[in-house]
Each structure stands twice: as structure tokens, then as C-alpha cells.
């Protein structure tokens, strides 16, 4: 494959001086030649800009916020500069492989039918050392599509798609959310074209600081879990299930966020509502349901395995 569509990669950042340099020089060293890098400072105050401005090519698109508006409006403004047939979000503290852009667009090429294409990553920790690789990819859009339905298996700052998705489709970001933003705007995306995960591990995840998603999420972790129903409620809406607040929240609660049974009616709950999806389910014919149905019913078999110590059995 040759170097021949443009793709374009967004960074925003805020106060990641300590990180962004190693983050914009990894995209430097891309392989693949034929890329554009939209940096954007939401108005930092640690010295950030500064370090983006040292780094000087063609390719590298500046800009600087003086106000702070949050990830999701500086992801917009991205897009609305965004040049290229190929679009990414990157994290200024991530870094990505040397072939990363090149194989994920190798890929999209030879599959048009792809709108929104992912892949593993190495976790490593503050210091940039190697910690473990992301186990468990899940490959397939209808796997894909089940899962997100539950928690999002893909991976942002790895994700590359097509520009229908802001061309044909209108999709940005909600600027209302300071969290989980690209989860939302994936479960946007999945209502317009098909997903896929790329095995390989394709960028390293720094992990173990303070980032500015998890001083986000500690500030305000009840608007965080809010943000987190919102989305939960509108991924199963949209797929034509009609699940009220206490299922959404019972979803969240043991399956999203992972909380232990602690009676055996949370699990007699839980029975109650896979009957309720599946009842629904039939009537969807959705190419994913059966994959819906045995997800719900592993993750309830987890819990019994792991909190029946905790269950008092009357």
C-alpha cells in the first residue's frame, strides 16, 4: 500500500508537559508519512504549549485555547479542522508504534466496509516502563457491538474511521461531558457502520498517574456515574431495547462497574432482567443477539462464582 490518503490525528492536551513530548515525537517516527497533527492546548498552565510549539513541521497544525473547555469541545474543534480521509484521537500521554498508522491503514483499505477500526495496547507506567499487553481483543463487530452494550472495548487513543463519520453522519462530541467522552461517540458511530479490533498491540498506555481523566472522574465520581447511565441507557435505546432506569442501573452497578452481589436477590434481579432482554431481543433480530444474550449470561455466572462465599443462602 502507498502513503497516498492523508490521515489525520488529534491531540489535545492540558498541563501534560511531562508526557507530551514523547506523545508528539511518536508521530513523528510513524512509518507511515502521510499524516497530519492537530495539536491542541486547552489552555495550559504548566508549560505545555511551549513544548508543542518546539516541535516545528509542515505537518504539525498549532493551536492554543486560552480558556479551558474540556477534551470533548477541543475534540470538536479538531474535527472541525480535520483534513484527512482517515481520523484519530491520541492521548498526550500515550505513545504510539512506529507502524501503528500504517498498518491500521493497510487495513482500512483493503476493508471498505470498516467504519471504526481499534487495536491492543502495552500498558506502561509512569516512567514509561513495560507493565503487561492488553488481554482479550474483541475482533468482530457483532462481538463488538454486544460487549459495547456493557462497557467499551474500544481502545481511543489506538481508534482510527473514515470521515463519513463527520462528513455523512454529523457525529462530534457531547461537550456536556467531561468523562467518558469517546465512549458515547463510538456508540454514536456503531448506528453507521461496522467495527473490527486489530489484534496487535499497536500504541503503549501509560497508566498509574494523574491524568486528566482520572482527576476528572475523582472530582466528581457521581457525575461520572451519571455520565456513565446516560450512555448505558442510550447504547440500549438505540438498538431497539426499552430497559428502564433501575435496569440500566443494575447493568452499571454489577456488570459496568463490576460491584460484588451481595444478596441473593441481586442475583435473582439479574436473572429477571436477562429474561426481560432476551424476551425483547427476539422481536430486534438484531445480527449481534445472540452474542447479547451469552455475554449477560457469563457475566451473571462470574459473579456466582466469585460472590457466592458472599451470598447468605436462605
Given at each position: ?89 491520541v492521548d498526550a500521554d500515550d505513545i504510539a508504534r512506529k507502524d501503528k498508522l500504517k498498518k491500521m491503514v493497510d487495513y482500512l483499505d483493503s476493508h471498505e466496509d470498516v467504519l471504526v477500526l481499534s487495536g491492543g495496547c502495552i500498558y506502561i507506567d509512569k516512567y514509561g516502563n513495560k507493565l503487561s499487553q492488553r488481554e482479550g481483543i474483541i475482533c468482530e463487530d457483532a462481538d463488538i457491538r454486544a460487549y459495547m452494550l456493557f ?164
Amino acid at each position: 500500500m502507498s502513503d497516498k490518503k492523508l490521515v489525520t490525528q488529534i491531540m489535545c492536551y492540558y498541563n501534560e508537559k511531562k508526557y507530551l513530548g514523547d506523545a508528539i515525537r511518536s508521530i513523528l517516527a510513524q512509518s507511515y508519512a502521510n499524516w497530519e497533527l492537530i495539536l491542541i492546548d486547552d489552555g495550559s498552565t504548566d508549560g505545555s504549549h511551549e513544548t508543542a510549539e518546539s516541535f516545528q513541521d509542515d505537518r504539525i497544525i498549532h493551536v492554543s485555547n486560552k480558556e479551558n473547555h474540556g477534551l470533548a469541545w477541543c475534540r470538536n474543534q479538531g474535527l472541525s479542522l480535520a483534513k484527512g480521509e482517515y481520523i484519530g484521537f491520541v492521548d498526550a500521554d500515550d505513545i504510539a508504534r512506529k507502524d501503528k498508522l500504517k498498518k491500521m491503514v493497510d487495513y482500512l483499505d483493503s476493508h471498505e466496509d470498516v467504519l471504526v477500526l481499534s487495536g491492543g495496547c502495552i500498558y506502561i507506567d509512569k516512567y514509561g516502563n513495560k507493565l503487561s499487553q492488553r488481554e482479550g481483543i474483541i475482533c468482530e463487530d457483532a462481538d463488538i457491538r454486544a460487549y459495547m452494550l456493557f462497557g467499551n472495548c474500544m481502545a481511543g487513543p489506538c481508534a482510527l474511521f473514515r470521515r463519513a463519520v463527520i462528513d455523512k453522519y454529523h457525529i462530534a462530541h457531547d461537550i456536556v461531558m467531561r468523562t467518558s467522552q469517546d465512549y458515547f461517540f463510538w456508540q454514536k458511530c456503531l448506528r453507521h457502520g461496522k467495527f473490527y479490533n486489530l489484534e496487535e498491540p499497536l500504541f503503549y498506555y501509560r497508566i498509574g498517574h494523574n491524568s486528566q481523566s482520572n482527576r476528572t472522574v475523582k472530582r466528581d465520581p457521581e457525575k461520572n456515574q451519571n455520565i456513565l447511565l446516560k450512555i448505558l441507557h442510550y447504547a440500549w435505546r438505540s438498538r431497539g431495547f426499552r430497559l428502564n432506569r433501575g435496569d440500566i442501573t443494575y447493568i452499571y452497578r454489577y456488570i459496568y462497574h463490576q460491584e460484588r452481589f451481595t444478596s441473593f436477590n441481586d442475583y435473582i434481579k439479574g436473572y429477571k432482567l436477562y429474561r426481560k432482554i432476551k424476551k425483547q431481543e427476539s422481536g430486534l433480530n438484531l445480527p449481534e443477539g445472540s452474542q447479547i444474550l451469552a455475554l449477560y449470561k457469563e457475566f451473571l455466572k462470574k459473579h456466582m462464582r466469585n460472590d457466592i462465599k458472599h451470598i447468605a443462602v436462605l
